[in-house]
């Protein structure tokens, strides 16, 4: 971050990676050089929550799901992943940042505190059910 003057510095940086469809994917990979202790995956979720929505965040819920729909390849590395949620994001319309969470909800069950959801938020994983349910439906397209 000291290589950047300011916060708009940083941002405009990030924002023309954002821009470039073939170019965003080497974002994370960057910052897990330049920042210790970030992986690729803590460097999406870095970006994700500073607003940036086309930066999916490669977790284990994520790779369960896609592995499993044969989504992407098995034992993906967290760039296959990446690219392989935005792709499904583009083709059902909406963000990736929409696509990481629904699955991510999908597959933690954790609606944060939410009271009208389970036993106050926590609604347990719905990962299988939605694996079973999904599958059928894939394999006709």
Same mark, same amino acid.
């Not at 949620?85 to 990736?96: L, P, T």
């Given at each position: ?8 510095? =940083?941002?405009? /940086?990030?924002?023309? =990676?954002?821009? %470039? %469809? ?22 999406? %979720? =870095?970006? #994700? ?7 999916? +965040? ?14 992407? #390849? ?26 990481? +969470?629904?699955? /991510? ?8 505190? %939410? ?27």
């Amino acid at each position: 971050m000291e290589q950047f003057s300011s916060a708009s510095d =940083f941002f405009g /940086w990030v924002d023309f =990676f954002d821009q %470039d %469809d073939i170019a965003r994917a080497s974002l994370p990979m960057l910052l897990s050089r330049e920042i210790e202790g970030f992986g690729f995956a803590l460097s999406c %979720d =870095f970006l #994700k929550e500073m607003g940036y929505v086309n930066f999916p +965040k490669a977790d284990v819920h994520l790779r369960d799901i896609f592995t499993s729909l044969g989504l992407c #390849k098995d034992k993906p590395g967290d760039y296959q992943l990446f690219k392989a949620v935005i792709r499904v994001a583009g083709h059902a319309g909406v963000s990736a940042y929409n696509a990481d +969470k629904a699955f /991510w909800l999908i597959g933690s069950g954790y609606f944060y505190s %939410d009271r009208h959801i389970g036993n106050q938020g926590r609604a347990g994983s719905r990962k299988r059910e939605f694996i079973e349910y999904a599958k059928p439906l894939l394999e006709n397209v």
